[in-house]
Structures are given as structure tokens and as C-alpha cells.
């Protein structure tokens, strides 16, 4: 068994809280699990990207173009950015709220070109309101994504409680908010 997920945004969005729950969940599943993270400028709203590979074994650590399993992308445009990444059977579970900066490119054309790749975008904000706070938006894509990750749902809400140390029960509202957005 072997499943890579790649997790992006920017700054601030829970990236690193998103793939160690990913990883936490693994561990806890008893996969061998490597994980890698870039995110230079993250602190100035600028792209943060992780690799978790995750299976009964895991030969390197970053994953290569055109074969991750899963995408999660807490902003549109970095989804876009990062939908090379997916291989042919791969799913992209992608934050229809932008973090728009001067550039941005139109919505509308972002939404139609992750249409082209099947992405399943939905209103993680939205979602994380109504969980009870909207930073939790970054576990909304957790649950979203859980469809497709060979953990199971109960392992990862474990994972949920042993990463977060703040809001666990609108944490946890918010996974199962996700998990039903799919």
C-alpha cells in the first residue's frame, strides 16, 4: 500500500497542522510515513508545500510530478499551482476561499481550470463557521480528503485531538463537517 498526499497553501492557512494529522494518523494506522516541508516566506503570505508519503514502505520524500494520491489545497490558486502533482487516478480536495494578493488571477478562471481536473473545491470557511470557529477550516480539508486516505475516519479524529491543543470539539464538528461535504 502506498498513498502520497500533498498539502498547499499559504501562510497561515494550517498547512503544518493539516499534514501532521495526516502523518499522526498513519503512524497511529502503522504505516512507515515521511514527510517534508517547504514553506520559506510562509510568514508574508507566501506558498507552503508538504509531502506526506505514507505505506507499508516509502522509498523518498518528496513526491514526484503527476503521482500523488491526494492534493489538499487550502487556497485556489495554489491547488492550480500544485495539480501537476496528482497522478491519473489522484484526488484533489481544494478551499474555494481565496487569500487574494495583488495578480490574483479571476476566480472564475480558476474554478474552471480545476474543474478540468475533477477537483472537489468546497466552502471550507463556510463549513468552519458552522463547526464554531473558522480556523478550523484547515481540518474541514481534512475530513474532506479522509474519503481518500487509506486511514480510518476514527484513527484520524485521534490524530485530531493528539495535534490540536485548542478547540478540539469544533476540530473534530469540522472533520465530520468535510467528511460530509464529499
Do not use: W
Amino acid at each position: 500500500m502506498k498513498c502520497d498526499v500533498i498539502v498547499v497553501g499559504v501562510g497561515g492557512q494550517g498547512i503544518l497542522v493539516t499534514s501532521n494529522i495526516i502523518a499522526q494518523a498513519a503512524l497511529d494506522s502503522g504505516y512507515v510515513v515521511k514527510k517534508s516541508e517547504t514553506h520559506g516566506m510562509a510568514q508574508r503570505g507566501g506558498s507552503v508545500v508538504t509531502h506526506v508519503r505514507v505505506g507499508d514502505r516509502v522509498d523518498g520524500v518528496l513526491i514526484p510530478r503527476g503521482e500523488a494520491d491526494v492534493l489538499i489545497a487550502s487556497e485556489p490558486v495554489e491547488g492550480l499551482r500544485f495539480i501537476d502533482y496528482l497522478g491519473p487516478e489522484g484526488k484533489a480536495v481544494v478551499n474555494s476561499q481565496p487569500v487574494k494578493v495583488p495578480g490574483y488571477p479571476p476566480m472564475d478562471a480558476v474554478k474552471k481550470e480545476l474543474a478540468k481536473r475533477d477537483a472537489l473545491v468546497i466552502d471550507a470557511l463556510d463549513l468552519a463557521c458552522k463547526a464554531g470557529h473558522p480556523l478550523t477550516q484547515s481540518v474541514v480539508l481534512v475530513g474532506a480528503a479522509s474519503r481518500f486516505l487509506p486511514v480510518k475516519e476514527d484513527i484520524l479524529k485521534g490524530a485530531i485531538r493528539k495535534i490540536i491543543n485548542k478547540k478540539v470539539e469544533e476540530n473534530l464538528k469540522a472533520f465530520d463537517l468535510g467528511r460530509g461535504a464529499v
